[in-house]
């Protein structure tokens, strides 16, 4: 029996698992070969159209992964059987390797590592050189009320310099790294059913409804539509405060109407209610990321994960209070908080969390283009 | 209650105690709560492995007369019983097996108000899309659902509280005593499992062959380490009426390097019909290509079984890769069947005769792994008698099966309502089910997804029984 031996040593050495992609690659094998999760998400779907997973395989399948916690909590071989399948942890751990090895520029692409530190020192210097900024440009931090007037404060065209092309770099970064990862992967022709259904399944985030409606895992093994919601507020939040300063450039060089705009403006009505959002969502989802079960996701990125809420909710709160208090003495130093505060953020976003919006909306779309090609193969029946 | 306890019992008295944590205990924990009893459920594992079998399983086989949500087509009550029927060889009894089949079509909203959700079969489980309901997240998200439920009406649970014996009087159960605890109730549900994983009671039950070995020895247990059929054993001394043969157990033939319990379904191999099986000497032992695999997968671990050392080795070559549901661990590789014998342990010489006089008499026609097609060998003993094809196209690869018991047949002789019997007759607050009565109505053999099937019907009965019983018994102390 010498060579029972040997196979079962074998056996232990490859449950011991090497990088992360080699871990989500053994899991997979084990995954492949049981298949009770099929319905939950896209990942199992993918899987058992493969029968071995290389690298791109498995970054692909990691960043199709929602981290939505079902198939664990419904797994037989989780921790503690000894084949420890812990497929949310391994995806997770193998999309930080994803957003660090497809970062542009590349040198950047460590910045993920050392995410948390790198929010925060962007969000420090941010304000700080706003605050600076405001010195210099008055000599103060307080004044007389300036009836909302921004631009009393610093210059419309340095703040749409500034800004514009901070947020051209982090557009930039994050479609160079997109296309780096599509690239990678050429999943074939892309058709418009294939994008339709993927932006869908983006914008209603599908894949954390658990398959069955009744949502994704938190704290233990129950469904909540939770995460999916604050996820909404958070997501759409975002989007209408971007709509509000869309509008508003358009107010600004389209209809020579510079700010201050008055409460019931469209700008301000949008700003305030993706502002809400963006308090909300991120407030919820900070509470639910707190009572997360310990074996979801990777302990090391809950960093990273909270940093950037905090910055979204920051930065709502920052908005909001400068809306509030616009008419007062104060304006000048909030205005110079919230901008260091959105400067911070879109300076970050290409290197923190923000990054698992463009690969998981890549990879289901290259799920949505792969389900429409003929499987390869002809797996007879168990 | 008005009825005053002995103080030593502090414990308040439960109208139900369900001993057992799979999917009859909880079956019937769920049914006598609902039915207004107070239900203690004690699971003799901890929480982390709880549920015994019920954790590895993936569906539920049941009749309907048209096609419902996950279900197609139309699976009638007749042709559930023939293929039943069929499979145990007649070792059944109609009464109880007709009682699960119709229970088995309208358990499902049931399951469903629970918290069990379903999904359409898996990938490579088309020929069960018509017969079985598969668990969405499979037989522990099943479980983790009847948990939460039970807790949510109030049921109580202690996990690690493996009951070892039954306090019984006239028939009648009294306590049960668990970590040395006597705990008193009402009725009774024993849900305990079967005895599987005890690996001294199989050597016993499959003692000693004419080779002097002790096969159970190198049997893996496919489930639980926590169905050690304790209670089986104990209502045996107690001369409960038993039914079934100890060394009837479902077997299948398992990768060797799967762990010794709870490998589950994931160390099977599906490559038996693509390629041949030889035994330790390098032998071949039956027709690999007897019939499709679904049916004939369940008798490979008796077949290997009776192997010496009990082991077999499933060889295949390059032409078979994509062709079979991918298994756990990877094949052992070569790149010549000479390397491939060397790589196994096997005996180079015997393995080349082999291989080689199967790849000669093969008569490959037209290959189609989707029929019983006319690839078949001439001359050969034992013949390979469909997709019989040379195993000649490198690289090769061999997998050492061993036999892998799913569970035994073992268990309590019962009736329509689950009770449990002592000389013929039937206990007045005394219910079993799942595994432990599963031989009433599956004396050997299997299909997919029956166990489940009779574990949701009987968990069901008893619980609604037990409740009542309790209730009943309730009502006349008051009175």
């Not at chain 1, 304000?127 to 010195?135: G, Q």
């Not at chain 2, 004690?42 to 590895?56: D, Y």
């Not at chain 2, 180079?348 to 019983?372: I, K, M, S």
Request: proline share 5%; net charge positive.
């Amino acid at each position: 029996m010498q060579s029972l031996d040997a196979l079962a040593r074998e056996a232990v050495a490859l449950a011991g698992g090497g990088s992360p992609v080699d871990e989500v690659a053994r899991q997979m094998q084990i995954c492949n070969a049981c298949r009770y999760c099929e319905t939950f998400c896209a990942v199992f779907p993918a899987m058992t159209r493969r029968l071995e997973f290389g690298a791109g395989d498995v970054h692909y399948l990691a960043n199709l992964c929602h981290n939505c916690g079902a198939c664990l909590h419904a797994c037989q071989y989780a921790p503690p059987h000894e084949f420890a399948v812990n497929v949310p942890r391994a995806m997770a751990q193998v999309r930080r390797e994803t957003y660090a090895e497809y970062a542009w520029p590349r040198a950047f692409g460590a910045l993920y590592r050392r995410n948390g530190l790198v929010l925060a020192l962007a969000t420090a210097g941010g304000l700080a050189l706003f605050l600076v900024l405001l010195l210099a440009s008055r000599g103060t931090l307080g004044h007389a009320p300036l009836a909302g007037d921004f631009y009393a404060i610093f210059p419309h065209a340095m703040l749409g310099w500034m800004f514009g092309a901070a947020f051209l770099f982090a557009t930039l970064a994050l479609a160079i790294g997109a296309a780096r990862f599509w690239r990678g992967q050429a999943p074939g022709p892309v058709s418009g059913g294939a994008v339709a259904e993927a932006a869908r399944n983006a914008l209603a985030l599908t894949y954390l409804d658990g398959g069955h409606g009744d949502g994704c895992n938190e704290e233990d093994d129950a469904f909540t539509l939770a995460r999916r919601r604050w996820h909404h507020f958070t997501f759409y939040g975002f989007l209408l405060c971007f709509a509000a300063t869309c509008v508003a450039t358009l107010y600004h060089y389209g209809l020579g109407r510079p700010a201050p705009y008055p409460l019931t403006s469209l700008p301000v009505l949008l700003g305030t209610l993706g502002g809400i959002g963006l308090l909300v969502g991120p407030a919820g989802l900070m509470w639910l990321n707190l009572r997360r079960h310990p074996l979801h996701g990777d302990p090391r990125q809950r960093p990273m994960d909270r940093a950037f809420t905090v910055l979204l909710f920051a930065t709502s709160l920052t908005g909001l209070a400068l809306l509030a208090l616009r008419g007062t003495g104060a304006m000048a130093l909030l205005l110079a908080i919230h901008l260091g505060t959105v400067l911070a953020l879109f300076l970050t976003l290409p290197y923190g969390k923000f990054a698992h919006a463009v690969y998981r909306v890549a990879a289901l779309l290259k799920y949505q283009v792969e389900r429409r090609q003929a499987s390869r193969l002809q797996l007879g029946s168990d | 209650m008005a009825v005053s306890r002995p103080l030593a019992y502090s414990s308040p008295m439960h109208d139900v105690l369900v001993i057992g944590g799979g999917n009859a205990a909880l079956c019937a924990a769920l049914m006598a709560r609902e039915a207004g009893a107070s239900v203690l459920l004690l699971e003799a594992s901890p929480r982390e492995w709880r549920g015994g079998n019920s954790q590895h399983t993936r569906n539920l086989r049941c009749m309907h007369d048209a096609p419902q949500d996950v279900l197609v087509d139309a699976y009638p009550e007749e042709e559930f019983w023939q293929d039943l029927l069929k499979v145990t060889g007649g070792r059944t009894d109609e009464r109880l097996a007709r009682l699960v089949i119709r229970a088995s079509s309208t358990c499902r909203p049931w399951m469903r108000r629970h918290g069990v959700r379903f999904q359409p079969s898996l990938a490579g489980t088309l020929h069960l899309s018509r017969t079985n309901a598969f668990f969405m997240g499979g037989g522990k998200a099943l479980v983790n659902a009847y948990y939460r439920s039970a807790q949510a009406l109030g049921v109580e649970i202690r996990y690690e509280a493996p009951v070892d014996r039954l306090e019984l009087r006239d028939g009648r159960f009294v306590a049960a005593y668990a970590n040395g605890q006597r705990i008193e109730a009402r009725a009774c549900v024993l849900a305990a499992g079967g005895f599987e994983s005890n690996r001294e009671w199989l050597r016993e039950a499959w003692g000693r062959n004419e080779r002097g070995e002790w096969p159970a020895d190198n049997f893996l247990i496919r489930g639980t380490r926590f169905n050690q059929g304790v209670l089986i054993r104990h209502m045996m001394e107690q001369r409960a009426d038993i039914i079934g043969d100890p060394t009837q157990a479902h077997c299948v033939a398992i990768d060797a390097r799967a762990p010794l319990y709870d490998g589950g379904i994931v160390t099977r191999v599906d490559a038996v019909s693509l390629g041949v099986m030889v035994n330790r000497d390098a032998l071949r032992f039956y027709d690999e290509g007897e019939d499709f695999w679904p049916k004939r997968y369940a008798i490979w671990g008796r077949l290997v079984a009776l192997q010496p050392g009990q082991v077999g080795y499933c060889i295949i070559d390059s032409k078979a890769i994509g062709r079979f549901m991918p298994p756990v661990f990877p094949g052992v590789k070569a790149d010549t069947l000479d390397e491939l014998a060397r790589a196994l342990g096997l005996p180079q010489e015997a393995f080349l005769r082999t291989l080689g006089a199967y790849n000669a008499a093969c008569r490959v026609g037209r290959f189609d792994h989707t029929v019983l097609d006319d690839c078949h060998t001439e001359g050969l003993a034992p013949p390979k008698t469909h997709w019989a094809r040379p195993v000649d196209q490198p690289p090769f690869f061999g997998y050492a099966l061993r036999p892998g018991i799913t569970f035994t047949y073992l268990g309590l002789k019962t009736d329509d309502r689950a009770r449990v019997y002592f000389g013929g007759a039937p206990s007045a607050n005394l219910f079993v089910a799942g595994e432990m009565m599963a031989g009433n109505v599956l004396g050997q053999g299997y299909t997919a997804g029956v166990g489940m099937s009779i574990g949701t019907a009987f968990g069901r009965i008893a619980g609604t029984q037990a409740a009542r019983a309790a209730l009943q018994e309730g009502v006349h102390a008051v009175a």
